[in-house]
């Protein structure tokens, strides 16, 4: 198979590939939404659990990139398998060992087996779809990560519930070694193909392209407003007097409408209702009105932010992925998915410091105001330029 494949690919090489998107997602969230709920020696202050937390995102933020240029190197196949192995291999380490100094080098491990089988999925989704069919592909991988960041949370807490974190670690163990045997079974091989030496000149030229760096950018800007919705909507509901249960259920909007709206723009996209342009423009704007809506008080606010938010990243993700995948050569698809994804990490970590440090120094609803200002102003700048009277246009 060289290239992309020429037909859509059957659904059985595709659901491992969906299930290695829900283990990423599932293993992130599953675990970082209950360590500070578990009462043990290795989470014993704020600091501690705040590195726990940043080991994996810390991990893939300098992995990915790497394993998505060896997945072209040698195949995005053997990165995948081995990354979920290795998945598998450090949750299993904390179930045996159980120590503090085990939870910190399991969530690590975690984190360094993700950067390896998560943009390799995203390049063998790439790879063995049709230009047609991206849209689709992408937006099925992205609903199934959905599910892994709603469920994760929920689930991972009845685990630690039942039989606390060594239950949990042993559940993604089983998991990541699950969907390594599938994806085995599965998943075609897909061959590096042949490609032309790369300086790293010739990289920082790709990277800075306009056709790689504005679908990145909009990919940021979403997880960015994503993992502010998820962190800050509960905070604004408790400022309301709102209980628990109202503010996990906006969350769990915010979750259910982004997994609902990707399948439904990958379609558009592939049946040429939609553009990848016009539907990033669209989903960008209608993201930052849920930030906005965030900043109206009480519980009407927080529901209208967390429908807006989940439903315009859930319009950028697979929009932004295929557009990439599709002005990206095959030979170098592992490369861009891994830089595409150290994008998204940066912008999961990004968004929610920029609204923190803007709501330290002011409140929370101005931390809302500044994040949905940064990703309104490109959306409405290309909209304003495109919209010039054609004597002040330059082009030709």
Known sequence: MTGRARAAAPARQMWPLYAAGFTTAFGAHGIAANLGGFSDDAVTSLLVLGGLLALYDGAEVLLKPLFGSIADRIGARPVLLGGLVAFALASAAYVVADGPGWLWAARLGQGAAASAFSPSASALVARLNPSTG????????????????????????????????????????????????????????????????????????????????????????????????????????????????????????????????????????????????????????????????????????????????????????????????GRTPAERMGQTMGAAELGRELGDAGGPLLVAAVAATATLTYGYAALALLIALPPLTALLLHRRPPALDPSP
């Open 134 to 325: 991206l849209g689709r592909a992408f937006g099925g991988y992205g609903f199934y990560k959905s599910i892994g960041y709603t469920l994760g949370p929920l689930l991972g807490g009845l685990l630690v519930w039942a039989g606390g974190l060594r239950l949990l670690f042993a559940v993604l163990a089983v998991l990541g070694l699950a969907v390594a045997v599938w994806a085995a079974w599965a998943v075609p091989a897909v061959p590096p193909l042949p490609k032309q030496r790369q300086t790293v000149l010739d990289l920082a030229r790709r990277l800075a392209d306009p056709a790689f760096l504005a679908p990145t950018c909009a990919l940021a800007a979403a997880t960015a407003a994503l993992s502010v919705g998820v962190g800050f909507l509960p905070v604004s509901g408790r400022a309301a007097g709102l209980g628990t249960i109202a503010t996990g259920a906006a969350v769990s909007v915010l979750a259910a409408c982004a997994a609902v709206v990707q399948p439904r723009a990958g379609r558009a996209l592939d049946e040429g209702r939609l553009s990848p342009r016009a539907g990033i423009l669209a989903g960008l704007l209608v993201t930052a009105a849920g930030l906005a809506a965030a900043m109206l008080p009480g519980l009407p606010g927080i529901l209208a932010a967390a429908v807006l938010i989940g439903a315009g990243t859930g319009l950028i993700t697979p929009l932004g992925f295929a557009a990439l995948a």
